[in-house]
T-cell receptor, first 112, second 115 residues
Framework: ETGVTQSPTHLIKTRGQQVTLRCSSQ?????VSWYQQALGQGPQFIFQ???????GRGNFPPRFSGLQFPNYSSELNVNALELDDSALYLC???????????FGSGTRLTVV | DAKTTQPNSMESNEEEPVHLPCNHS???????IHWYRQLPSQGPEYVIH???SNVNNRMASLAIAEDRKSSTLILHRATLRDAAVYYC????????????????FGKGTLLTVNP
């Protein structure tokens, strides 16, 4: 198993800019989710993709968007970055809803 | 969303068993109980999950109360590598069929393991 890999590991952006974070799912996993983790807090669900369709979304504004590709890799896009978007962004993949998720190590985004 | 309640922190000694409690009094009949842990500077790691019966795997055991309103994660012999934040989570289905659910994390329990 290759696990879940995320890139980049760290990123610094300026307020108002746009950012794209990337995730390669574990082999055989058709579901991918994205989470935002602020310092000292538990991860918060952003959205989930299953077979290239978004099928669940948390309480995040539309400027957070995503894509899942036929090879089940995924992107998280954030437009009009705000200072509060500074966080660890985690990608997680799974085979099916009643299996555990495999998380990547995350991308640390800092907005200045 | 059904919520879970966990102690903020717990302490254990190396090679002793650890029982991490979780209360989920508003759990629904179809909610699975999941446990994840997060080591410093890493993403969460799946530990175990169950629905009604007690579950065992190579990492831990999950004991689920008969009324499903509480559960306990059991680490049989704690090691220093088990020091982490442990999250008890109820899986919530998404808004369509297929493979979909979201994990609603709380603040978890910070487990400290003393040598």
């Amino acid at each position: 198993e290759t696990g879940v890999t995320q890139s980049p590991t760290h990123l610094i952006k300026t307020r108002g800019q746009q950012v794209t974070l990337r995730c390669s799912s574990q082999s055989g996993h058709n579901t991918v989710s994205w989470y935002q983790q602020a310092l000292g807090q538990g991860p918060q669900f952003i959205f989930q993709y299953y077979r290239e369709e978004e099928n669940g979304r948390g309480n995040f504004p539309p400027r957070f968007s995503g894509l899942q590709f036929p090879n089940y890799s995924s992107e998280l896009n954030v437009n009009a970055l705000e200072l509060d978007d500074s966080a660890l962004y985690l990608c997680a993949s799974s085979r099916a809803w009643d299996y555990g998720y495999t998380f990547g190590s995350g991308t640390r985004l800092t907005v200045v | 969303d059904a919520k879970t309640t966990q102690p903020n922190s717990m302490e254990s000694n190396e090679e002793e068993p650890v029982h991490l409690p979780c209360n989920h009094s508003t759990i629904s009949g179809t909610d699975y109980i999941h446990w994840y842990r997060q080591l410093p500077s890493q993403g969460p790691e799946y530990v175990i999950h169950g629905l009604t019966s007690n579950v065992n795997n190579r990492m831990a055991s999950l004991a689920i109360a008969e009324d499903r309103k509480s559960s306990t994660l059991i680490l049989h012999r704690a090691t220093l590598r088990d020091a982490a934040v442990y999250y008890c989570i109820l899986s919530l289905r998404g808004n369509s069929g297929g493979s979909n659910y979201k994990l609603t994390f709380g603040k978890g329990t910070l487990l400290t393991v003393n040598p």
